[in-house]
């Protein structure tokens, strides 16, 4: 019984929380040149936080920004569900959206050609915990990223 009863809580989550605008939250206005701060919430990461909690290392590069770039994209690009919303200059902002509740994720990208690295923000876009998504999605790329490419 206990069982059904859950099974039916989570359905039920599942049929109000997939309707996609329920979870998706405002799309913030990039910034086309800096990473936004992280909020005070546990739902976010960023190569720039102060924050330790928060905290984690840029994408190293070696080679051009411009090879940089194209890998990045080539990696974001295979990535599922994720939309690329703006690819100009050293910025980029990609959405990623999750399977069965639809929650949205953005992440930014800012390509540092002086120091050879690409800061990342990645944050949901909607309540408070993401279980380590977002840690999870940054360290995932910063694999794809050095991937047959050392």
């Known amino acids: 019984m206990k069982m059904l009863s859950t099974w039916m809580i989570?359905?039920?989550s599942a049929a109000v929380l997939g309707s996609g605008a329920a979870c998706s939250g405002q799309r913030p206005a990039p910034t086309g040149s800096q990473l936004k701060p992280c909020p005070d919430s546990p739902n976010c990461v960023s190569s720039l936080s102060p924050d330790p909690q928060q905290k984690v290392a840029p994408l190293g590069f070696k080679g051009s920004p411009a090879e940089a770039r194209q890998r990045l994209l080539s990696?974001?690009?295979s990535m599922?569900?994720?939309t690329i919303l703006s690819n100009e200059g050293p910025y980029l902002h990609v959405e990623?959206?999750?399977a069965v509740f639809r929650f949205v994720d953005d992440v930014e990208f800012y390509i540092d050609e002086a120091q050879k690295?690409?800061?990342v923000r990645s944050a949901s876009r909607v309540g408070?915990?993401?279980l380590g998504a977002n840690r999870r999605r940054v360290e995932d790329i910063r694999r794809m990223?050095?991937?047959d490419n050392p």
């Open 128 to 130: 408070y915990w993401d």
């Open 75 to 77: 990696v974001l690009r």
């Open 117 to 119: 690295v690409i800061h």
């Open 145 to 147: 990223m050095t991937r």
């Open 10 to 12: 989570l359905m039920t």
């Open 96 to 98: 990623f959206t999750s």
């Open 80 to 82: 599922p569900r994720a």
